[in-house]
């Protein structure tokens, strides 16, 4: 199938041969060359963690406790979906969490509490979703220990913070760090620039962080757990956003159409692909439609005469009905399990659910 067009302006096309040299599984020479900036980001690194890292004692920042689910690559590797599943089953298991999230690519800085009306340019295409998906409260800020003490203020239930990547955010307090990586790893193994990691890559995980790979098999030397990953179904835009399931009836309808009719299938996320190969496993036969992650989608980015589009969730919270014209958008979700020893493993690191630390 034919694909959609590429951007080919200049700081496109370095975007994507630096991102090349990233992938590779071993550090090439343009990647060898760019070492010493490398080290210089480093040092940076170095002395912004010890600047911000919290100093004060624990319950005197914030009196529950926080796990933060994070990557150690640049862009994304399931943190979303990962985040997702944890904070449902933090909820089976009697907690009542929230959730705390910078909002990246949000329009404006000021910390935001988000509902299920705040638009997505607010508040960030990701906190919006994980707002509907779990209906716990989310607040979104920069600073992400501000956004936490604000949470906690405003909703006395909650009683455990899960911090959608906040990684490498030093001042926020963290008592389990869960690292999501996908079927890329850690890439040459180097970090920015030479490589796409955002901090050196450990050589084993602490007593406090567990590793999540979204991937079919381990991608990294570190020892996790494998989540399962399918798709959910499909649902038209107007019923999701009244709340309706997705159905594998329905998707299983599109691909028998996708035969004999134009099928575009759009994603803007970091790696659009393993969205497009899920679809077409399914029996779809699709035209690829690569958006860049965390586009803005106030203007439908296909044809207008575009017949039916599949869209991810993280699209479809960007995406109103009443402006899609005669175009037929179809949300495909997705079905992300942890798996049971992921979830003994972290039970054992957390205490009883109970009343917040005095």
């Known amino acids: 199938m034919a694909l959609a067009p590429q951007a080919t302006t200049l700081p496109g096309r370095f975007s994507r041969w630096l991102q090349a040299q990233w992938w590779q599984t071993k550090p090439g020479l343009a990647a060898q060359l760019l070492v010493p900036l490398t080290w210089a980001y480093l040092g940076l690194a170095s002395w912004q963690r010890r600047r911000h890292q919290p ?22 590797a399931g943190k979303t979906p990962t ?15 929230g959730i705390v999230s910078r909002g990246y690519g949000r329009r404006g800085s ?19 979703l994980l707002h509907l998906r779990t209906q716990v409260p989310v607040a979104v800020a920069a600073n992400r220990l ?6 906690v203020a405003a909703h006395e239930e909650v009683d455990i913070i899960v911090a959608d990547d906040g990684l490498q955010h030093w001042p926020l307090p963290r008592d389990i760090e869960v690292l999501v990586f996908d079927g890329r790893g850690a890439g040459n193994g180097l970090t920015l620039p030479a490589g796409p990691l955002r901090q050196p890559m450990p050589l084993a995980t602490t007593s406090a ?5 979204n991937a079919d098999q381990p991608s990294t030397p570190l020892a996790g757990a494998l989540a ?35 099928l575009v299938a759009a994603a803007g996320m970091a790696d659009p692909e393993r969205f497009f190969t899920m679809v077409e496993q399914a029996g779809c036969r699709i035209r690829r439609w690569p958006l860049p992650d965390h586009a803005d989608l106030t203007t439908p980015p296909w044809p207008a005469a575009t017949a ?12 109103r009905p009443e402006v899609m014209g005669t175009t037929r958008v179809w949300v495909v979700t997705l079905d992300f399990q942890l798996p049971p020893e992921f979830t003994a493993a972290l039970d054992q690191l957390l205490p009883q659910p109970g009343p917040k630390i005095p």
Not at 83 to 97: D, K, S
Not at 239 to 260: C, E
Not at 308 to 319: I, Q, S
Request: hydrophobic letters at 45%.
């Open 308 to 319: 039916d589009v599949l869209v991810t969730e993280k699209d479809a919270v960007k995406l």
């Open 110 to 128: 000021e910390l935001v509490m988000v509902t299920a009306h705040t638009p997505a340019v607010a508040c960030g295409d990701e906190p919006l």
């Open 83 to 97: 985040t997702i599943a944890l904070v449902r089953h933090l909820q089976r298991r009697g907690w009542r969490p």
């Open 146 to 151: 501000v956004a936490a003490q604000t949470l």
């Open 55 to 76: 100093t004060g004692p624990r319950a005197d920042l914030l009196p529950v406790p926080v796990v933060v689910v994070g990557n150690l690559i640049v862009g994304g």
């Open 209 to 213: 962080q567990l590793v999540v790979y």
């Open 228 to 262: 399962h990953r399918a798709l959910g179904g499909a649902v038209g835009l107007a019923d999701w956003w009244r709340g309706k399931p997705a159905s594998m009836r329905q998707l299983d309808h599109l691909a028998q159409q996708s035969t004999h009719a134009d």
